[in-house]
């Protein structure tokens, strides 16, 4: 598929930005997926610019292919495969299972999450165990709550430390466990072009513009946020969203509901934004 194919199909149809991603990447799977994931992120981002997309979908692209990609390497193996994966406990048995999940909740409960036979098993005190008297242990689905709390499929759980957070959802992600837990980074092009990136890192939340560790005009090169400003953005489903020198630029609503969540769990301030009224609190 060539870059000018691509972009005349897009520009053939009218559809909203979800459908668009689904379009593009049947495009992409039809007349050469393998050619379009060696692209590099710069031509892509360009390619899919000359399409007319919004800023940030770039990376959404390749995020679905890189799913896609998976899901078909996954199916390919056939079922010759499925008794390898039973016996190594994973559904990936060419990938070791995140290392176990340990801690003291503000209970004073010890909670245990590991991967066994390929699910996550939840042990309370060194038994298996979901919600109130649920013996089985299998996690279905993590929830979580500002700052720190973490709950099962059943609404049970505790405060968890900060720190342990980027490896439960590594196991939940690893056992395909459906999860609300704060991501450990966030990265999208933003209206000026530019790729940035917000990385977990020593607990604080890490700007990176264009792979350089950078907050302001550049002068800050440790990267680390301390607050955000959140304002109104000329696109629709976008939000403007600057540190705490006011340099930044557009990101997709979806982000910034990600990003969002770190700042809960980091504990950093988010001026203009709620994630209740996330329409009605920008600054301007």
Not at 212 to 222: A, H, L, S, Y
Request: aromatic share 10%; with cysteine; hydrophobic share 30%.
């Amino acid at each position: 598929m060539t870059e000018k194919r691509g972009s005349t199909m897009l520009k053939q149809v009218n559809l909203p930005e979800g459908a668009q991603v689904q379009f593009l990447t049947a495009i992409f799977e039809e007349f050469g997926l393998a050619i379009l994931q060696q692209m590099e992120p710069e031509k892509l981002k360009q390619f899919l610019s000359k399409a007319g997309m919004k800023p940030g979908h770039a990376a959404r692209i390749r995020r679905e292919l890189e799913k896609d990609a998976r899901k078909k390497g996954d199916g390919e193996k056939g079922e010759e495969d499925e008794k390898e994966k039973k016996e190594k406990g994973s559904e990936f048995p060419w990938i070791k299972p995140p290392k176990d999940v340990e801690y003291e909740d503000e209970d004073g409960d010890v909670i245990k999450f590991c991967i066994e036979e390929g699910r996550l098993i939840k042990y309370v005190n060194g038994l298996r165990k979901v919600g109130e008297n649920d013996t089985g242990g299998v996690v279905t689905k993590l929830y979580y709550s500002p700052p720190r709390l973490i709950e099962d499929q059943c609404y049970w759980g505790g405060n968890a430390p900060v720190s342990v957070f980027n490896d439960l959802a590594a196991l939940a992600d690893f056992a395909r466990v459906r999860h609300y837990l704060p991501p450990s980074y966030v990265e999208f092009y933003d209206s000026d072009d530019d790729l940035i990136k917000y990385a977990v890192e020593n607990n604080n939340i890490v700007k990176y513009v264009n792979g350089q560790k950078r907050v302001g005009d550049g002068k800050d090169t440790t990267g680390i946020v301390t607050k955000f400003y959140v304002y109104n953005s000329k696109y629709d489903g976008y939000k403007r969203v600057e540190d705490q020198q006011h340099w930044g630029g557009d990101m997709s609503c979806n982000d910034l509901r990600d990003l969002y969540s770190m700042t809960q769990l980091y504990q950093i301030p988010v001026h203009g934004y709620s994630i209740d009224n996330p329409d009605e609190n920008s600054l301007y």
